[in-house]
T-cell receptor, first 113, second 115 residues
Framework: QKEVEQDPGPLSVPEGAIVSLNCTYSNSAFQYFMWYRQYSRKGPELLMYTYSSGNKEDGRFTAQVDKSSKYISLFIRDSQPSDSATYLCAISLSNFGNEKLTFGTGTRLTIIP | NAGVTQTPKFQVLKTGQSMTLQCAQDMNHEYMSWYRQDPGMGLRLIHY???????DQGEVPNGYNVSRSTTEDFPLRLLSAAPSQTSVYFC??????????????FGPGTRLTVL
């Protein structure tokens, strides 16, 4: 069983729609959860970072963590064509920068104008 | 700050050839790492370093060597390239001091094809 499972998509939605991206993980020891956005032919960049169960909001983006179900989600409201990218979830045991990250395989998202 | 830089952007090798992928960062980060990204596999850790002179293996280290002589540079060496090493390689750096937002910054990647 993979430590992190992520639906690879691809996912296409019309502009303005709400997007839901999800990951599940197997080890309850993981405490820190991140979402990275990766544009085509670019490196991943950190989008959201959270460590507690519940919701964390940043503009149009909301990260949700349910530790009891080992389930993390990223919601994008009022989606824009510029949101078209691959989204990777990542988890780690601690919040130190030298902690290894375990990545999901990524979900490729296209927002249709 | 330039952040994390990688060279070259693209490279084609023949089986058995050797090469070094360069990675440099100007953020004075102690922690640096190399990942490879393959379709359906996500990002997998190859090697990492927690400081100059200290390196360790990640999830998929076979066929790769690293060294860390300075804080800024962390080159990845392929001693005898194989087609299975065709991939996109990303270098990342971070500060180990912790705290929210302290996470890894990625370079733009090197696309490597081994024929």
């Amino acid at each position: 069983q993979k430590e992190v499972e992520q639906d690879p998509g691809p996912l296409s939605v019309p502009e303005g729609a709400i997007v839901s991206l999800n990951c599940t993980y197997s080890n309850s020891a993981f405490q820190y959860f991140m979402w990275y956005r990766q544009y085509s032919r670019k490196g991943p960049e950190l989008l959201m970072y959270t460590y507690s169960s519940g919701n964390k909001e940043d503009g149009r983006f909301t990260a949700q963590v349910d530790k009891s179900s080992k389930y993390i989600s990223l919601f994008i409201r009022d989606s824009q064509p510029s949101d078209s990218a691959t989204y990777l979830c990542a988890i780690s045991l601690s919040n130190f920068g030298n902690e290894k990250l375990t990545f999901g395989t990524g979900t490729r998202l296209t927002i249709i104008p | 700050n330039a952040g994390v830089t990688q060279t070259p952007k693209f490279q084609v090798l023949k089986t058995g050839q050797s090469m070094t992928l360069q990675c440099a960062q100007d953020m004075n980060h102690e922690y640096m790492s190399w990942y490879r990204q393959d379709p359906g596999m996500g990002l997998r850790l190859i090697h990492y370093s927690v400081g100059a002179g200290i390196t360790d293996q990640g999830e998929v280290p076979n066929g790769y060597n690293v060294s860390r002589s300075t804080t800024e540079d962390f080159p990845l060496r392929l001693l005898s390239a194989a087609p299975s090493q065709t991939s996109v390689y990303f270098c990342a750096s971070s500060s180990p001091r912790g705290g929210q937002g302290d996470t890894q910054y990625f370079g733009p990647g090197t696309r490597l094809t081994v024929l």
